[in-house]
T-cell receptor, first 114, second 112 residues
Framework: ETGVTQSPTHLIKTRGQQVTLRCSSQSGHNTVSWYQQALGQGPQFIFQYYREEENGRGNFPPRFSGLQFPNYSSELNVNALELDDSALYLC?????????????FGPGTRLTVL | AQKVTQAQTEISVVEKEDVTLDCVYETRDTTYYLFWYKQPPSGELVFLIRRNSFDEQNEISGRYSWNFQKSTSSFNFTITASQVVDSAVYFCALRFTYKYIFGTGTRLKVLA
């Protein structure tokens, strides 16, 4: 196990609702990245937080937002949910935000939007 | 553009057979990092290996081995004497600045 935890495990929402997903980093890691993995696809990068600041963002609309807290845990918020938001959401922590660091992934939250 | 291609969507083998998973990448960077992850049905991505662009030495870890060839932009993964527990989706990824770019994955089914 990586020591990265995510909650909840599963979630069902309806279109237009808002959702918050949570992630706790591996001990000592100050960088968290979030990915969306649609069924049958590879994970797609959403954004990364380093020391509580957004460090980079992928091609996701502003209704995908995040936070990182002083203890380096993190939240992913999605507003105005759409059917296509149904996916596995993975968070990954790494020691620092450097390109040399390996990212360690949590078990994911499976979101279903009806 | 940065890109990772895993052309094999699904592979089925019988237990104890050897199997190679292909990965081809594209990048203009001279320094880059490549990774392999395993995703069992539980969903968690399990880190297997990291390789930087300056180290083309092949690596072996137990039944796993990796062949990195810059000349063909490939980073292939071989499982020797496959086991049922190896059944999973395997992803190759390229580290580009702060993010990973993943391939679409190869589903490996090892039949008893």
């Amino acid at each position: 196990e990586t020591g990265v935890t995510q909650s909840p495990t599963h979630l069902i929402k309806t279109r237009g609702q808002q959702v918050t997903l949570r992630c706790s980093s591996q001990s000592g890691h100050n960088t968290v990245s979030w990915y969306q993995q649609a069924l049958g696809q590879g994970p797609q990068f959403i954004f990364q937080y380093y020391r509580e600041e957004e460090n980079g963002r992928g091609n996701f609309p502003p209704r995908f937002s995040g936070l990182q807290f002083p203890n380096y845990s993190s939240e992913l918020n999605v507003n105005a949910l759409e059917l296509d938001d149904s996916a596995l959401y993975l968070c990954a922590s790494s020691l620092e935000g450097r390109s040399t660091d390996t990212q360690y992934f949590g078990p994911g939250t499976r979101l279903t939007v009806l | 553009a940065q890109k990772v291609t895993q052309a094999q969507t699904e592979i089925s083998v019988v237990e104890k057979e050897d199997v190679t998973l292909d990965c081809v990448y594209e990048t203009r960077d001279t320094t880059y990092y490549l990774f392999w992850y395993k995703q069992p049905p539980s969903g968690e991505l399990v880190f297997l290996i990291r390789r930087n662009s300056f180290d083309e030495q092949n690596e072996i870890s137990g039944r796993y081995s990796w062949n990195f060839q810059k000349s063909t932009s490939s980073f292939n993964f071989t499982i020797t004497a496959s086991q049922v527990v190896d059944s999973a989706v395997y992803f190759c990824a390229l580290r580009f600045t702060y993010k990973y770019i993943f391939g679409t994955g190869t589903r490996l089914k090892v039949l008893a």
